[in-house]
Antibody, heavy 122, light 108 residues
Framework: EVQLVESGGGVVQPGGSLRLSCAASGFPFSSYSLNWVRQAPGKGLEWVSYIGYSSRAVHYADSVKGRFTISRDNAKNSLYLQMNSLRDEDTAVYYC???????????????WGQGTLVTVSS | SYVLTQPPSVSVAPGKTARITCGGNKIGSENVHWYQQKPGQAPVLVIYFDSDRPSGIPERFSGSNSGNTATLTISRVEAGDEADYYCQVWDSSSDHRVFGGGTKLTVL
């Protein structure tokens, strides 16, 4: 059974940093591309970042580019999101989501974790 | 970047057909995916590549895509279908994944 479990959320002050983790199991982790998607309270889904199965390809939403860094450790079956210079508008539930295929970026995200809440507040 | 436009809400009586649209410039040339999200839960993929259904998704869910509009159709709507629905594409011009704003489906 495919499982994605996020952790690392919490309350942080504006300008602060936080590192999210996503532990994966139930599938060959190193063969799949992964994403972070967030959802602000009462709002819609917003894609944040993508990383290819080999880490060679990474992409970021304009709203986080230069502040967030996505990475993965295929030996540990883990995905990460380093978030720096956090702003109030980064407050959201952050989901880890797997691509259905590692071979193309037009593929959907077929498995999602339950999310971890990040609150940016002074 | 690419913009996807969804109606904020759609209402339908039980047993009837719900159609949720997703508008975008020449979206018929894109690969559209649809997600269902119930309150307090993670999104679930219900339609991918315009009209394919993942295993476990009822045949009542179907999709189409042509011109400037993609459509998610839910036949014989049930109370359990009440949820937010999001369309999504990959925007190759910006290398971004893009979501529509979401549509709240209310079962009357």
């Amino acid at each position: 059974e495919v499982q994605l479990v996020e952790s690392g959320g919490g309350v942080v002050q504006p300008g602060g940093s936080l590192r999210l983790s996503c532990a994966a199991s139930g599938f060959p982790f190193s063969s799949y591309s992964l994403n972070w998607v967030r959802q602000a309270p009462g709002k819609g889904l917003e894609w944040v970042s993508y990383i290819g199965y080999s880490s060679r390809a990474v992409h970021y939403a304009d709203s986080v580019k230069g502040r967030f860094t996505i990475s993965r450790d295929n030996a540990k079956n883990s995905l990460y999101l380093q978030m720096n210079s956090l702003r109030d508008e980064d407050t959201a539930v952050y989901y880890c989501a797997r691509d259905r295929s590692g071979a193309t970026v037009v593929t959907p995200m077929d498995y999602w974790g339950q999310g971890t809440l990040v609150t940016v507040s002074s | 970047s690419y913009v996807l436009t969804q109606p904020p809400s759609v209402s339908v009586a039980p047993g009837k057909t719900a159609r949720i649209t997703c508008g975008g410039n020449k979206i018929g040339s894109e690969n559209v995916h649809w997600y269902q999200q119930k309150p307090g839960q993670a999104p679930v993929l219900v339609i991918y590549f315009d009209s394919d259904r993942p295993s476990g998704i009822p045949e009542r869910f179907s999709g189409s895509n042509s011109g400037n509009t993609a459509t998610l159709t839910i036949s014989r709507v049930e109370a359990g279908d009440e949820a937010d629905y999001y369309c999504q594409v990959w925007d190759s011009s910006s290398d971004h994944r893009v979501f529509g704003g979401g549509t709240k489906l209310t079962v009357l």
